[in-house]
């Protein structure tokens, strides 16, 4: 199993798959010649997309915090495609609310934490641990790499802004886990990294105000403007490409450092 610049032949499980940054992952490698496993919520558009991806494509629906769900798709992974070589976690949720909120005297709830924990930390966790049995068997390269891991994290566990308190634990507790996970399982051949990024375009963001748009792309250094998918996508090939990047935490925001 080489790592390289082509992703052909390669099986690939993508978490969040039916919409954002996991949509273009998919997407892209199918495209290149990979075969994908979309997980995403049976409410999602999921079906429909692995549908229009063709044969080399097919979901899962998946609520990545119940262990039976991701067990599930990763039988089916095995079923239809024999291996798994890459994980691309995508899934995720968000939450905007300040801790305490003055005006109307109320905290924010434990649910808005507890939900974003869940989801994004113990979700990541959940499917990386039930996808290294099938990872480990495949044959290792020359390097003895047998898979790759990626999480996604965010700008938000290093500079988390006003009303993220609960996001930004999430996204630091995806970060927190990325060296040791690498190190729980280098001597086994599986690579673990996380992308980190800034504000990007995708539906989350597609709500915004153009005025809080134009305020956040203003005060990104270069470009000014949010990330484009694709561009998370070059790095998330980057990543397989380069078997030294291990452990790594990559930050992918236009050099933006928030003071909020």
Known sequence: MAFNRSLKGLVAVVTGGASGLGRATAEKFVQ??????????????????????GQNCIFSPTDVTKEADVKNAFESVKSNFKKLDVVV????????????NFFENRPQTAEDIEKVIKVNT??????????????SKNEPNSDGQRGVIINTSGTSAFEGIIGQTA??????GIASMTLPMARDLAPYGIRCCTIAPGFMETELNSTLPE?????IADRTPFPKRFGKPEEYVHLVETILAIPMLNGEIIRLDGGTRFHL
């Open 89 to 100: 976690n995508c899934a995720g949720v968000s939450v905007a609310f300040k801790i305490y």
């Open 167 to 172: 996001f930004s634990a999430s996204c630091g």
């Open 32 to 53: 290149k010649g990979a075969n994908v496993l979309i997980c995403d919520l049976p409410t999602s558009s999921g079906a429909a997309i692995a549908k229009s991806l």
């Open 211 to 215: 005025s809080v748009v134009g305020f």
């Open 122 to 135: 113990a979700g990541t966790f959940n499917v990386n641990r039930l996808a290294v049995e099938l990872i």
